[in-house]
């Protein structure tokens, strides 16, 4: 479904509101696939630094249940430390999830939406390119099958801006097919985020 933004488009899915709000159009927030996670992540016996893996389904993913739960959610500037409700929203919340829906062709195995930012610093965060990926937050069922986990009954809280996500770089605001310039020094930082924390 297509929704139109009133606004001046400083980019291909980038828009400004008079407000000085922005509109991040078509904006992955999760993907299906497999992921790496931390056996104590996982609450696994044996030793707690040894990686696994976790597949997510197409049919997970994409249940209309696991869609509408992301919808009207909460943006956020990292994972906060607790989830996002009604008594702390005015605290974590920079931002609305809306329009959420999977992708066609070649993103097909996107969960896509549109996000209103709200918050200067964070817009600033945007614009810089100091964060550009995107962490789905939520709920979920591990459940293991022939020897391996799957992730089911995925159900959205929030959905965060972060500077490296389990996800990886294709899950992340846009502005077109030539991506912004980031300074070096940020792939360095990246890069030891990505080492050091793993968690998504």
């Avoid at 389904?57 to 959610?73: I, L, M, Q, Y």
Wanted: proline share 4%; glycine share 8%.
């Amino acid at each position: 479904m297509s929704v139109a933004y009133y606004g001046s488009r400083l980019s291909d899915n980038i828009i400004r509101t008079k407000e000085n709000f922005l509109f991040c159009l078509h904006v992955p927030i999760a993907r299906t696939g497999s992921y790496q996670y931390l056996k104590s992540e996982l609450g696994l016996d044996g030793n707690p630094n040894e990686i696994v893996t976790v597949y997510r389904e197409p049919n997970e993913v994409f249940d209309t249940r696991t869609v509408a739960s992301f919808n009207g959610k909460a943006f956020t500037d990292t994972h906060p430390p607790v989830d996002v409700v009604s008594d702390n929203w005015s605290i974590y919340s920079k931002g609305e999830i809306t329009n959420v829906r999977r992708g066609n062709g070649a993103e097909s195995n996107l969960l896509l939406a549109d996000i209103l930012v709200r918050d200067p610093i964070v817009i600033n965060e945007i614009e810089s390119g100091s964060k550009r990926e995107i962490s789905a937050g939520y709920d979920c069922e591990w459940v293991t099958r022939n020897g391996k986990i799957y992730q089911e009954n995925i159900r959205g809280n929030h959905v965060a801006l972060v500077q490296a996500g389990r996800a990886g770089s294709t899950v992340r605001i846009n502005d077109d097919a030539q991506k912004i310039l980031v300074p070096k020094k940020y792939f360095f930082v990246k890069k030891l985020i990505k080492a050091a924390d793993m968690l998504e």
